[in-house]
C-alpha cells in the first residue's frame, strides 16, 4: 500500500525562532491528535534545518530541504549541497518546484544533477512537475507533466525511481486561491501514475506516493485525498499555521 504523505513547503518564510516554534507546535499537535498512518514532513528554510530536526520526533515527522546544489562541493558562493542537506539530520529534499524553474530558471539538466546528488546522499526527493494556465487552458496537460518526466525521474533506472516522490503542482493555482477540482487533481494524478506504468510497470507504479501540490487546504483536503491516485498534499501556505497543517494531515 501506498504511503499518505502530508509535506510542508514554508518556502522564503519564518525567521529561524518564529520556524522552531512553528515546527515545535506541528510535532505537539501531531502527536496529541495526528493520524498515525500519515507520514509528515516539513520542508523548511536551509537555516531552521538542524533546529527544526532537533525540535521535532523524528518518528513520526520528517525534515526536508527545499532545494540543493547541483554541484557535490566547490567555488558556489551561497549554495548548499545534498551532502551538506544530509548533515542537519534532515531525510528529504524538494526539488524542481515550480518557483524554482521559473524564477532561477532550473532545466532537466539542473535537475538531473540534484537529484542524482540527493540520491547518492540518501535523501529522498520531492520532486515537483505541473503546467501554468495557458497549458491548461489548451488542454495539453497530461504532454507537458510527461515530457517533464521524461527528461528527468524517468532517466533514473526503476530502483532509484522507487525511492522518490512525485508532486504534482497546477502552477495556476498555486498562491492564487484557485484549486484544482476533485476530478481534475485525479485525472492528472492517474494519467501520471499510468505514464509511471508505461515507463516501469506496474508494480513501480503502485508503490510511488503521488501528491497534490496546489493550494490544499483544511476544508478541501478531505475531498481531494479520496482520490485513488491521490497520497496527499505538498503544502504551501496552509503549512504555516500549525492548525490548519493538522486538518490537511487528518483530511484521509
Not at 498512518?37 to 530541504?65: C, E, Q, Y
Not at 507533466?145 to 497546477?170: G, R, W
Request: aromatic share 8%.
Amino acid at each position: 500500500m501506498r504511503k499518505k504523505i502530508v509535506a510542508g513547503n514554508w518556502k522564503c518564510n519564518t525567521n529561524l525562532q518564529e520556524g522552531t516554534d512553528l515546527a515545535a507546535a506541528v510535532d505537539k499537535l501531531v502527536a496529541e491528535k495526528g493520524a498515525d498512518d500519515v507520514v509528515v514532513i516539513l520542508g523548511v528554510p536551509f537555516t531552521h534545518l538542524t533546529n527544526v530536526v532537533k525540535t521535532v520526533r523524528t518518528n513520526r515527522i520528517g525534515v526536508s530541504a527545499q532545494n540543493c546544489a547541483a554541484e557535490p562541493k566547490g567555488a558556489y558562493t551561497g549554495e548548499v549541497s545534498a551532502e551538506m542537506v544530509k548533515s542537519t539530520g534532515a531525510a528529504y529534499v524538494i526539488l524542481g518546484h515550480s518557483e524554482r524553474r521559473e524564477y532561477y530558471h532550473e532545466n532537466s539538466e539542473v535537475l538531473n544533477k540534484k537529484l542524482a546528488l540527493a540520491l547518492k546522499n540518501d535523501l529522498t526527493p520531492i520532486f515537483c512537475c505541473g503546467e501554468p494556465l495557458e497549458i491548461r487552458e489548451a488542454n495539453a496537460q497530461n504532454d507537458y507533466v510527461k515530457k517533464q518526466l521524461e527528461e528527468t525521474v524517468f532517466q533514473l533506472s526503476a530502483n532509484d525511481f522507487k525511492k522518490i516522490i512525485i508532486a504534482y503542482e497546477p502552477i495556476w493555482a498555486i498562491g492564487t486561491g484557485k484549486t484544482a477540482s476533485s476530478e481534475q487533481a485525479q485525472e492528472i494524478h492517474a494519467f501520471i501514475r499510468s505514464a509511471i506504468v508505461e515507463k516501469f510497470g506496474k508494480d513501480v507504479a503502485e508503490e510511488i506516493p503521488i501528491l497534490y501540490g496546489g493550494s490544499c487546504k483544511p476544508d478541501n483536503a478531505k475531498e481531494l485525498f479520496a482520490n485513488q491516485d491521490v497520497d496527499g498534499g505538498l503544502i504551501g501556505g496552509a503549512s504555516l499555521k500549525a492548525e490548519d497543517f493538522l486538518g490537511i494531515i487528518n483530511g484521509f
